[in-house]
């Protein structure tokens, strides 16, 4: 409006005056340059439109978004409260009801500075199936479990426990050892890579039986959240091509999970294989299941809880108004040609680049141009990768796509934190080249890559 009122100024006074000319033209130069300034949306490497946070330093990970109103970040502030509470056992404690069994004491001894963590006890978690009673699962049997296609271990359920407080017992002893192999690229440059061999003693001094199934996990970032949940379902939909329809060897689908709240199957968006239909499940289930405290969505059998719902919903709250880092060097040459590489190679068939976000509780997070590298589908990565355990409709090959906006931060956070669901990967040429399955392709690109073809793709990741 103000632009066009000078404008209007402007044809009057034109014939009287040069200088007035001057004057409205600069005005409206400067009016363009400051709208654009106050919108982070359109400043370069503004990787989640004005939810974007320009640090770049060990702390990235911690901001909230800078254009959350006065309430969303009340709401924050109350979230990143719930996710450092550290839990204990005293009853009459404050934050009482951590246990009996656990993985750790609180959100953020996992997510260490919100990254993700380590492949080390007490953050490495691991899901187990009964693998001899999945050929006859219990049709009568609650519609949760049942679509979850993981009947639990008799003694330790779907996850265990490898920590408990005093007077209870730990469900397990877990040792990781890791086993390397070597390998070269077409160049012949030598590389090695490892992969963990989960050790797993009972409390009764027995092995793990052969047949229970193990899926190891490390704790993901947890940044940008919001972002990703409030990207409108029909928009992922749009990418899945379960037959492969279109013939690029690229198959991603959705996984539908059980939604606790509604009672009803939902698509998964988060965790490692999209198990959590929301950030609300996820939190409730990080509660239960890491640190044995139930809540009003997994409550105890006599419907009490340890946290009340504002606990939970503030920790909810936490993950979802989280900013994601922006990206940086975009006019580095080398940066430039890693992208192209990346576009080249087919990475951007699963990691896609670009959504506009819809709605979502926090209106901050609304209509944003995202570049979050993610499709949040499914996707085979062949059997260097497998867990060989189901989890809803995700197979014992399948894992979501995660996200690497942020990415190039991971070891700026947390040195020597790895890549890929089990952190095996210590640094993103080991990450690609455990790419198998849908990816084969890809990853056969980078392997015949030259050196220096090689270090510009990993530079373009350093910059995300
Ligand atoms: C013992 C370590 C541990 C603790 C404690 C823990 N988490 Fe996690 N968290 C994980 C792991 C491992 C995953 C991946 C789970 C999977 O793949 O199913 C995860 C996944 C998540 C995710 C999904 C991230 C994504 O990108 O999909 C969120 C959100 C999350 N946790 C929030 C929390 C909150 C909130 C708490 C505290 C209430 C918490 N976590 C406590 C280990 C932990
Ligand atoms: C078929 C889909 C697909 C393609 C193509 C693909 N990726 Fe991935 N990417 C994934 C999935 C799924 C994972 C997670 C696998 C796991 O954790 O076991 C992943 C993980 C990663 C990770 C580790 C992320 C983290 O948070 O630990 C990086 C880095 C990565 N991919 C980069 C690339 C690059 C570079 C290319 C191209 C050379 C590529 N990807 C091609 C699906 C794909
Ligand atoms: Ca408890
Ligand atoms: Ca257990
Ligand atoms: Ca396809």
């Known amino acids: 409006m103000r632009v066009q ?14 200088v007035a000319l001057l004057t409205a ?8 340059f400051f709208s654009a ?17 320009f640090n770049r330093t060990s702390s990235a990970y911690e901001d909230a978004p800078p254009n959350l109103t ?15 509470e550290s839990f204990v056992s005293t009853p009459d404690a404050d934050s009482a009801g951590l246990g009996p069994v656990f993985n750790n004491a609180s959100c953020v001894s996992c997510h260490i500075r919100n990254g993700r963590g380590m492949p080390e006890p007490g953050q490495l978690l691991l899901r187990v199936t009964d693998g001899t009673a999945i050929a006859s699962p219990d049709k009568s049997a609650d519609p949760a479990e049942t679509l979850k296609n993981a009947p639990p271990v008799a003694g330790l359920g779907n996850q265990i426990q490898d920590f408990s407080i005093v007077g209870a017992t730990p469900e397990a002893n877990v040792d990781i050892l890791w086993k390397e192999t070597a390998g070269s690229y077409a160049d012949g440059t030598p590389y090695r890579l490892r992969s963990p061999e989960i050790n797993v003693v009972l409390a009764n001094g027995e092995p793990l039986p052969d047949t229970v199934q193990v899926s190891p996990r490390v704790p993901p970032h947890v940044y940008g959240l919001g972002l990703l949940e409030a990207i409108p379902e029909s928009d992922l939909l749009a990418l899945a091509d379960p037959d492969d329809a279109n013939g690029d060897g690229i198959s991603g689908r959705p996984n539908y999970v059980w939604d606790e709240q509604t009672q009803a199957v939902s698509m998964g968006r988060f965790g490692w294989k999209a198990s959590a239909p929301n950030l609300l499940q996820q939190s409730a289930d990080a509660y239960l299941n890491d640190m044995g405290i139930t809540s009003p969505l997994f409550p105890a059998e006599d419907g009490s809880s340890e946290i009340d719902e504002t606990t939970l919903v503030a920790a909810e709250a936490y993950s979802q108004t989280l900013a994601a880092p922006a990206r940086t060097l975009m006019d580095d040459p080398q940066v430039q040609r890693g992208e192209q590489l990346f576009s080249d190679a087919s990475c951007v068939a699963c990691h896609t680049a670009s959504f506009r976000t819809g709605s979502h509780k926090y209106p901050a997070l ?8 993610t499709d949040m589908l499914l996707h085979d990565m062949g059997e260097g990768l497998a867990d060989n355990r189901a989890d809803f409709e995700a197979n014992g090959q399948e894992w979501r796509t995660p996200s690497l906006w942020g ?24 990450a690609i080249l455990w790419h198998g399955g849908e990816a084969e392709v890809s990853k056969d690109a980078f392997d015949a890559m030259s050196a220096e073809d090689r270090q510009a793709l990993v530079k373009f990741l350093q910059s995300l």
Not at 25 to 32: K, L, N, P, S
Not at 37 to 53: E, K
């Open 5 to 18: 009122r000078t404008l209007g100024d402007l044809s009057k006074r034109l014939r009287f005056s040069l």
């Open 407 to 430: 990415v190039g931060l991971a070891q700026t956070v947390l040195p020597y934190s790895g890549y890929l669901h089990d952190g095996r990967a210590r640094t993103f040429e080991e």
């Open 70 to 84: 006065e309430w969303e970040s009340a709401d924050h502030d109350l979230g990143d409260e719930a996710f450092e």
């Open 25 to 32: 033209v600069f005005t409206i130069a400067a009016g363009v």
């Open 37 to 53: 300034a106050i919108s982070a949306q359109t400043l370069p490497g503004a990787s989640a439109g004005d939810a974007t946070t």
């Open 366 to 373: 609304e209509n944003q141009k995202i570049h979050p590298y």
